[in-house]
C-alpha cells in the first residue's frame, strides 16, 4: 500500500497536484546560534572550549564527541501511551510542510500519510526514498503532542551515502528543532519515551549544540540505548569527527 501511495504522490506531483504538502515558504534562515564558548577542533578529536565568567576567560580541552549507553535505571519503566497520531513537520531542506495524522479513523496506520512523510523523509541528494520505521513518526506525533501548537522543523531524515551503522542509512533517524523549543528540553523529553531494548523499544538520542538540533532514531533489535552530545555541527561541520563511534550513533 505505501508503495501504491508512493507512486500516486509522483503521479500527483507531475500533474501539479500533492493533496497532502503544502509548500511553505522557509522564511529567513535560522540565526546562528549564540556560542557559547570559542571552539577549536583539533585531529585528535578535541577542541578547545572558552567561558568566561566575571570577566575572566577559562579554557578546557573536551572531547567532539561524547556518547555512552544508557544506564537502565534512566529509562522508561512503563509503557507508552498511544500518541494522537497528530504531526505538524516541515522539511527544511526541501521547502515542504505536513500537518495530519498518521492513523485512519479505525485506529490503523493511515498508508497514504506515511508515505507523505517517507517522501518527505528522502535523501535530499539522490532523491530516493525509503519506508521510514512507523514507530519512529509515532514518537515523533508523541513530540508533537507534548509541544503542542510548535511546528518541528526536520533537519535531515533518510540519507544514502551515510554510512551503513548510521540509523539515518537505515531510514529509521530523523535530526529535528522546535522553533521557540530549546533543544534541551526537546533533548529531555525524548529520552522519556525510551524503554529500551528489552522492550524492543531502544533509542539512539543525541543533542548537537553547535547547529542546534537533536537527534532521534529507533535502534536495530538488540541494540541498547544510547546518548551523545556532539560539538562538531551537522554533516560533522568544517572539520569531520576523527574517531568514529564504536556504535551507530547518528
Not at 21 to 35: M, W
Not at 137 to 144: A, D, M, Q
Request: glycine share 8%.
Amino acid at each position: 500500500m505505501r508503495r501504491l501511495a508512493l507512486l500516486f504522490l509522483a503521479g500527483a506531483a507531475i500533474a501539479g497536484f500533492a493533496p497532502w504538502v503544502a509548500s511553505a515558504d522557509p522564511g529567513p534562515s535560522r540565526p546562528a546560534a549564540k556560542a557559547a564558548a570559542r571552539r577549536s577542533v583539533n585531529d585528535k578529536g578535541t577542541m578547545r572550549q572558552c567561558t568566561e565568567r566575571g570577566g575572566k576567560t577559562a579554557c578546557r580541552r573536551v572531547a567532539v564527541f561524547q556518547g555512552h549507553n544508557a544506564a537502565q535505571a534512566t529509562l522508561r519503566s512503563d509503557p507508552l501511551d498511544r500518541p494522537s497520531g497528530d504531526i505538524w513537520i516541515f522539511a527544511e531542506n526541501l521547502g515542504e510542510e505536513f500537518h495530519g495524522n498518521i492513523y485512519k479513523p479505525d485506529g490503523s496506520f493511515d498508508d497514504a500519510a506515511l508515505a507523505k512523510l517517507d517522501d518527505m523523509w528522502r535523501d535530499t541528494k539522490t532523491g530516493d526514498v525509503r519506508a521510514v520505521r512507523a514507530e519512529l513518526y509515532e514518537h515523533l506525533s508523541r513530540i508533537c503532542d507534548r509541544f503542542p501548537d510548535h511546528r518541528v522543523d526536520l533537519v535531515s531524515g533518510f540519507r544514502f551515502h551515510e554510512r551503513d551503522s548510521s540509523r539515518h542509512f537505515h531510514a529509521s533517524a530523523m535530526d529535528i528543532r522546535i522553533k521557540g523549543i530549546s533543544i534541551r528540553e526537546l533533548y529531555n523529553f525524548s529520552q522519556t519515551l525510551d524503554v529500551g531494548v528489552d522492550s524492543e523499544g531502544a533509542l539512539g538520542i543525541g543533542i548537537y549544540p553547535t547547529s542546534q538540533f537533536i537527534h532521534v532514531d529507533f535502534r536495530a533489535p538488540g541494540e541498547p540505548s544510547y546518548r551523545w552530545t556532539d560539538w562538531s555541527g551537522h554533516d560533522g561541520g568544517k572539520k569531520p569527527r576523527t574517531q568514529p563511534a564504536r556504535k551507530p550513533v547518528s
